[in-house]
């Protein structure tokens, strides 16, 4: 019995510890990562189209101790898009607005960038629906009470230097 609640016990620990580790390295669904892995791409994307064929991409923050996440996106032709719903709550938002200098994991390749939020309302109108088409979600009403902010990716090669 002893030896059956030890060997238990043990790999309770052994499979809590692979997570640790691997959460520690790459984000892992709604768990943040560190620095993300991948073949760096250093040419500017100028049509991010081939982002929007993923439900999912990963979004590195702070440059000096990364911070991953994974994140929704849609793409409209040299724009890419990832939104942030009560954005208040989430650490890698801070992180954007006091350095927008990010790294974006689209399958494979990682892609320098910059985050940069979308305050123009035209902008975010000619967004939502686009994200409502790709995520099947229900239209937002007038009334409702959602916090939606949204981020334009840049590539940072075409956004000036560092």
Known sequence: ??????????????????????????????????????TEVTEPVSDWSFADGKSTIQLE????????????????????????????????VQYVEADPRVRVRVGEQIHPARAIRVTDPGEVEAVVPRLVAKYDLDPPEPDDDVNVWIYRIVSRQDDGPE
Not at 3 to 15: F, I, N, T, Y
Not at 24 to 32: A, I, K, R, S, V
């Open 1 to 38: 019995m002893f030896q059956a609640v030890s060997s238990r016990r043990g790999l309770c620990c052994a499979a809590a510890l692979a997570v640790v580790v691997g959460v520690g390295c790459e984000p892992w669904g709604p768990l943040p990562g560190g620095r993300l892995e991948g």
């Open 61 to 92: 923050t702070r440059p000096d101790d990364p911070h991953s996440v994974t994140v929704w996106c849609v793409a409209q032709g040299e724009r890419l898009y990832v939104p942030s719903r009560d954005p208040e709550k989430k650490r890698w």
